[in-house]
């Protein structure tokens, strides 16, 4: 599938936030098109960044130079399983900075406030299909992803300096699946995955949702709360 000119490609840089399974994924797509990629992370030795510090965020300035980067994928956030009951307050809050929260003040500040993203670039974030598939135990996960699809579906119009904002809706990624214990049906590879937030950086849209894989409501034993896996 072609997304663009070559000489377009070489001259191209991209920023991905998160570095599981779908950020290194779309890491080397976009090697294979001759970008220059950064991964960014807590812990990266690349480009550091806290996405739940708005301090860490500004400081992507210092990082790199004004208007630097075409493209920013992210790919991180964590939201948490478990039945409504099984949540407190303290655990709710948390649940919803961990992903909601979080990316949505990366976005805020990328198209509002910080300088590194060139005119007309493209801001491409993760949400999943939790958002519309019914399980019991997904109500923090549901929330998140419903959330960010609707902040995508409006922030996405208008923005300035042409700035353009879209989303990826995987299901459950294969190599997540396998890591994490949980059955495999109705999950999608990495690297398919990645083939669809392809399409959205090097196209013209904005405000958009695309899907990746098909979701199935798996079960899983009730044990009270936990976090999901990296992307």
Not at 173 to 195: D, F, N, Q, R, Y
Request: glycine fraction near 10%; hydrophobic fraction near 45%; charged fraction near 20%.
């Amino acid at each position: 599938m072609a997304y663009g000119g070559s000489a377009v490609m070489a001259a191209s840089t991209a920023l991905i936030v998160g570095t599981g399974n779908l950020g290194q994924a779309v890491r080397e797509k976009l090697l294979a098109k001759s970008m220059v990629v950064h991964m960014a992370s807590r812990s990266s030795d690349d480009v550091k960044l806290d996405m739940s510090s708005a301090e860490s965020i500004m400081n992507l300035d210092t990082q790199f130079s004004q208007k630097s980067v075409d493209h920013v994928v992210i790919c991180a956030g964590s939201s948490t399983f478990g039945a409504l009951e099984k949540f407190d307050k303290n655990t709710w809050h948390q649940n919803i900075a961990g992903k909601l929260l979080a990316v949505t003040q990366l976005v805020l500040a990328m198209t509002n406030d910080s300088e590194f993203l060139k005119d007309k670039g493209s801001i491409t974030i993760t949400t999943g299909q939790a958002a519309q598939t019914i399980n019991r135990l997904w109500p923090g996960i549901a929330t998140n992803n419903a959330g960010l699809n609707a902040f995508v579906l409006n922030a996405g119009l208008g923005l300035p300096r042409g700035l353009r904002l879209n989303a990826v809706s995987p299901c459950l990624i294969t190599e997540t699946a396998l890591k994490s214990g949980l059955p495999t049906e109705g999950s999608v590879s990495a690297s398919v995955a990645a083939e669809v937030y392809l399409e959205l950086i090097f196209g013209d849209q904005t405000g958009q949702v695309k899907v990746a894989g098909e979701q199935v409501a798996f079960k899983r034993k009730e044990e009270g709360l936990a976090k999901t896996s990296d992307l």
